[in-house]
Nanobody
């Protein structure tokens, strides 16, 4: 089992940047595919991006491609989401998630979830 804690959210103006972190504790971090999801008020949770166990492969939703970057530091048991050129429509609670088996998926089929961190982008 793994516990996930997100941090780094906040209020930022459109065009600004934020970096979210997700710290993991518990089992060996490197065995997990890590994903980022977000949920805006009144909307369903949506996939943002994911990174493979070793960090060599990443996959992004079209809505964030070219603006967001996922990375991980397995020595620090942490995955990051660098968000640049933020837009008001990026406002949401952002969640990190861990998936033990299989490959990167854009679905919500992840085994463990953090509590989320709020990102608000003002226009």
């Amino acid at each position: 089992q793994v516990q996930l804690v997100e941090s780094g959210g906040g209020l930022v103006q459109a065009g600004g940047s934020l970096r979210l972190s997700c710290a993991a504790s518990g089992r060996t971090f490197s065995i997990y595919i890590m994903g980022w999801f977000r949920q805006a008020p009144g909307k369903e949770r949506e996939f943002v991006g994911a990174i493979s166990r070793g960090g060599a492969s990443t996959y992004y939703a079209d809505s964030v491609k070219g603006r967001f970057t996922i990375s991980r530091d397995n020595a620090k048991n942490t995955v990051y989401l660098q968000m640049n050129n933020l837009k008001p429509e990026d406002t949401a609670v952002y969640y990190c998630a861990a998936r033990e088996l299989g490959v990167i998926t854009t679905t919500s089929k992840y085994d463990y979830w953090g509590q989320g961190t709020q990102v608000t982008v003002s226009s």
